[in-house]
């Protein structure tokens, strides 16, 4: 079990321009979920996966975000044009199927768009 | 609009002391209520949680207790350690989507040697 692993840590860019973040979680876990945390907040949630299949997304995902999980093993989470209100820690998560409720965290990609 | 409100936003406890945070939702649908452990640079990391059909569950130093009625829990670290300074999430979910977690503000924890 070596943990959920984000890739990468800390991405700096310029508005406008695309980024692109990994989240690899744990091996055999079923279920994947992208969170935001913004500085002195709680993380928020963004979307989940169950294997490869996107079942929810919240209204915070604007048309600029995208996430994927193409063999239902390591997902990538896009935003498009970024803006400076994107800065923030994108968090990735992940669990088994439902029964046990334990959500491993990786230890995130922090964003600054300039 | 925060379906979960925690407080206070920061605590000071001396070593040995007890930590106490609160947690207070509106939504009856939530069922399922984790509390998670966060240091600096690090993801959130899953301390102790707890269901509705128990009022207080014990897991080492660390306590849930939890008033249906009212809507509130709360987190005691018992005997606290510096180690435990770190910021702490209260969160909650519902049954047919427990990873779907709304979480508090979060609790500054800072235990004095």
């Known amino acids: 079990d070596t943990g959920v692993s984000q890739d990468p840590r800390h991405k700096?860019?310029?508005?406008?321009?695309?980024?692109?973040?990994?989240?690899?979680?744990?091996?055999?876990h079923n279920r994947l979920y992208w969170?935001?945390?913004?500085?002195?907040?709680?993380?928020?949630?963004?979307?989940y996966f169950?294997?490869?299949?996107?079942?929810?997304?919240?209204?915070?995902?604007?048309?600029r975000f995208s996430a994927e999980r193409p063999k239902g093993s390591f997902s990538t989470l896009e935003i498009q044009r970024t803006e400076q209100g994107d800065?923030?820690?994108?968090?990735?998560?992940?669990?088994?199927?439902?029964?046990?409720?334990?959500?491993?965290?990786?230890?995130?990609?922090?964003?600054?768009?300039? | 609009q925060q379906q979960v409100k925690q407080s206070p936003q920061s605590l000071i406890v001396q070593k040995?002391?007890?930590?106490?945070?609160?947690?207070?939702?509106?939504?009856?649908?939530?069922?399922?209520?984790?509390?998670?452990q966060q240091f600096p640079g690090k993801g959130p990391a899953l301390l102790i949680a707890i269901r509705p059909d128990v009022s207080e569950k014990k897991e080492g130093r660390f306590t849930i207790s939890f008033n249906k009625s009212a809507k509130?829990?709360?987190?005691?670290?018992?005997?606290?350690?510096?180690?435990?300074?770190?910021?702490?999430?209260?969160?909650a979910s519902m049954q047919n989507s427990w990873g779907k977690l709304q979480f508090g503000a979060g609790t500054q924890v800072v235990v004095t040697p």
């Not at chain 1, 294997?51 to 209204?59: C, F, T």
């Not at chain 2, 040995?16 to 998670?36: K, L, Q, R, V």
């Open chain 2, 16 to 36: 040995g002391g007890i930590s106490i945070i609160n947690c207070a939702y509106e939504n009856t649908a939530f069922d399922y209520f984790p509390w998670y």
């Open chain 1, 87 to 114: 800065s923030a820690m994108y968090l990735c998560a992940s669990s088994r199927t439902s029964g046990d409720e334990k959500l491993f965290f990786g230890s995130g990609t922090q964003l600054s768009v300039l």
């Open chain 1, 12 to 28: 700096i860019t310029k508005r406008g321009q695309n980024v692109t973040f990994r989240c690899d979680p744990i091996s055999e």
């Open chain 2, 72 to 91: 509130q829990f709360s987190l005691h670290i018992m005997d606290s350690q510096p180690g435990d300074s770190a910021t702490y999430f209260c969160a």
């Open chain 1, 35 to 47: 969170y935001r945390q913004t500085l002195g907040q709680g993380p928020e949630f963004l979307t």
């Open chain 1, 50 to 63: 169950q294997n490869e299949a996107q079942l929810e997304k919240s209204r915070l995902l604007s048309d």
